[in-house]
């Protein structure tokens, strides 16, 4: 999949931290940016380092949470020939890649305690040595880290230190998540639709139906703008270019054959169906009949799981249906975990 650069929206909430970015993008101090998966917190570090006076220097990116722990720190700060096993030749970390630019350390609270130590040494000095090398390597690299866990809470647990994120903090870019953003959902749809259309070799775009339009602006979008650009491509991909796109599928693993979907199949009396208990018969010799809280629970979930089924995870039209209000069908989403 090709890569998005672009940083789009249009929300007030949104302008407010690209401005914020921009800002501390002309000073040479670290920046931490903050936010859900799916928020683009690269796509920010790549215009702290565009805005930058090291633009026409090297941008490396690193997330720390995609290699083992034992490799880490050989990745960050490189290794000598002997160093290890298998470190057959020598090899130059990322800071010294970095050297003159910008490190983005993306996933940066799954750092070990030995790579956060390590890495308090180069913003503090400047310099770095190589697992199995006595010898520092002066460097000059201005970090952004980014991650999704509240870092203060790590290092209260202990796993991450105070010190190194004392460091680190000169400024905090926090990233608003999609639902905070209502206004650039269909801004973001549209562009990421045109795109996948021009892609598949679609001559034009017709735009989003009323249903899809419904559907896109009251989901919550808890993948952010990642989980938007799969949902809509997906969308433009099973297009019949009959009008305009109006069928959308917010979870692709939603299906009538999972437990929770069979309500009617499983109904008392269906034939080929194992009888179930009517959720308004109680059998008082079982344990747990008098268990009012937990029954009425139960059917609750059961009903809301039907009714977001039946109407296609549609949350406008499974309210109107189940005789709610649009706010009062969220709380009790919330309230059995289904949101």
Known sequence: MERVSQVIGESSAFLDVLERASRAAGL???????????????????????LSSRWDQPLVIMNCAALPETLIEAELFGHEAGA?????????????????????????????????ERLLRVVEYGEVSRIGS??????????????????????????????LLDRLSF????????????EDVMVLANHF????????????WPGFGPN??????????????????????????????????????????????????????????DAGGTPQEDPETVTLSEPGAYDFKERVARFERRLLTQAMADHRYNQRAT?????????????????????
């Open 134 to 163: 006595s010898r520092p390597i002066n460097v000059d690299v201005r970090i952004v880290a980014a991650t999704n866990v509240h870092l203060p809470d790590e290092v209260g647990k202990g796993t991450f230190r105070a010190d």
């Open 212 to 269: 899809a339009v419904d559907m896109l602006t009251s989901y919550s979008w808890p993948g952010n703008v990642r989980e938007l650009r799969n949902v809509v491509e997906r969308a433009v991909y099973r297009w019949e270019r009959e009008g305009p796109v109006d069928e959308i599928q917010i979870d692709p693993f939603a299906s009538p054959y999972r437990p929770e979907n069979r309500a009617a199949e499983d109904a008392p009396g």
């Open 28 to 50: 040479d101090r670290p920046v931490l940016v903050i936010g859900e998966r799916g928020t683009g917190k690269e796509l920010v570090a790549e215009r702290l380092h565009r």
């Open 171 to 182: 400024e905090v870019v926090t990233l608003p998540p999609l639902r905070a953003r209502g």
């Open 319 to 339: 309210a109107e249906a189940l005789g709610l209000s649009y706010d009062q069908l969220r709380h009790a989403l919330r309230k059995h975990d289904l949101l």
């Open 84 to 116: 290890f096993t298998g470190a057959t030749k020598a090899r130059a970390g990322r800071f010294e890649e970095a050297d003159g630019g910008t490190l983005f350390l993306d996933e940066l609270g799954t750092l070990s305690m030995a790579a956060q």
């Open 193 to 204: 639709a045109r795109r996948m259309a021009a892609e598949i070799g679609y001559e034009e």
